[in-house]
């Protein structure tokens, strides 16, 4: 069975830096195509992509965000953390994360969580 | 930052057939990309609905069906019911090396 889910604060500050932890099972990052990708979506708003890291380690990273993103994984404790600096009101979202497979896009998604950037 | 288009809303009456249509461009479903959809039913998590233009995961009705010509792609629903309504959204790989994912179409069963 297939799992994915998101930690970390529910509420920052602006200009802080948010982190946030995607525990996985059920599969390895350590497979061949596997990746696994975070995405967030505004309240009443679209879902926007922010990135992937695979099992290779190579990351890709939405140019958007790619001056305040950074994707790392810990293969051995089953962990993807996302780190965001200098947070905005703007990134106010529910953020997922979901595995990529070479069969399969983002075909399991974690429960999702919701981070308030407010003062 | 979306970069596929979505028509914002579509409505049918149950029963009825019904398109969502996904306009990219020459770097990514016209550049040979697969489009997938994702249906998000009000307050839960997106879920695959469609993969590699026209493929079904399991579990999923053959209600529904996905086409790609060009720089657009299209999921429809035929025999339209109450449970799908919905948001869906196409997604598909640009060759700029990222993932993109369209504006989104709620669906309204009249």
């Known amino acids: 069975q297939i799992t994915l889910k998101e930690s970390g604060p529910t509420l920052v500050k602006p200009t802080q830096t948010l982190t946030l932890t995607c525990t996985f099972s059920?599969?390895?990052?350590?497979?061949?195509?596997?990746?696994v990708v975070w995405i967030r979506q505004p309240p009443g708003r679209a879902l926007e992509w922010l990135g992937i890291?695979?099992?290779?380690?190579?990351?890709r990273y939405s140019p958007s965000l790619k001056s305040r993103l950074t994707i790392t994984k810990d293969t051995s404790k089953n962990q993807v953390v996302l780190t965001l600096t200098n947070m905005d009101p703007v990134d106010t979202a529910t953020y997922y994360c979901?595995?990529?497979?070479?069969?399969?896009?983002?075909?399991?998604w974690g429960q999702g969580t919701l981070v308030t950037v407010s003062s | 930052q979306s970069v596929l288009t979505q028509p914002p809303s579509v409505s049918g009456a149950p029963g009825q057939r019904v398109t969502i249509s996904c306009t990219g461009s020459?770097?990514?479903?016209?550049?040979?990309?697969?489009v997938h959809w994702y249906r998000q039913l009000p307050g839960t998590v997106p879920r695959l609905l469609m993969y590699?233009?026209?493929k079904r995961p399991s579990g999923v009705p053959d209600r529904f069906s996905g086409s790609k010509s060009g720089t657009s792609a299209s999921l429809a629903i035929t025999g339209l019911q109450a449970e799908d309504e919905a948001d869906y959204y196409c997604?598909?790989?640009?060759?700029?090396?990222?993932?993109?994912f369209g504006t989104g179409t709620k669906v309204t069963v009249l």
């Open positions: 997604q598909s790989y640009d060759s700029s090396l990222i993932y993109v």
């Open positions: 890291i695979y099992w290779n380690d190579d990351k």
């Open positions: 590699g233009n026209t």
């Open positions: 059920g599969f390895s990052l350590s497979t061949s195509g596997v990746g």
């Open positions: 979901a595995r990529r497979s070479r069969e399969y896009p983002f075909d399991y």
């Open positions: 020459s770097s990514n479903i016209g550049a040979g990309y697969d």
